[in-house]
């Protein structure tokens, strides 16, 4: 199990293990409860570790282009319709708002 983030608050880190994990990405949060006593506890309190150490280079290469933007950008402006319901959704939507139905490759 390898540390692959330091979060500022417990929402920060649960945003982030959940991208990882809709990317396939085991990951858990450490440290949540505890940061209610930041200024006596060491700053990276709250953190996301992720289960798989093999996974660490495309754990923090999909991090980082989440958190500069890249991951957004590189959906923003890509449509695609719902398999399901056939609703047409924006590019940034990994599953129909609709029905729920991830869009393909997305599980």
Known sequence: ???????????EAHLVKGFLESNGITAVVRGEFLTSGWGELPADVCSVWIADDAQFERANELLIAFLTGGAAREHRGRHWRCPRCGEELEGQFTACWKCGTPRAGES
């Open 1 to 11: 199990m390898k540390q692959i983030h330091v979060a500022k608050h417990a929402p």
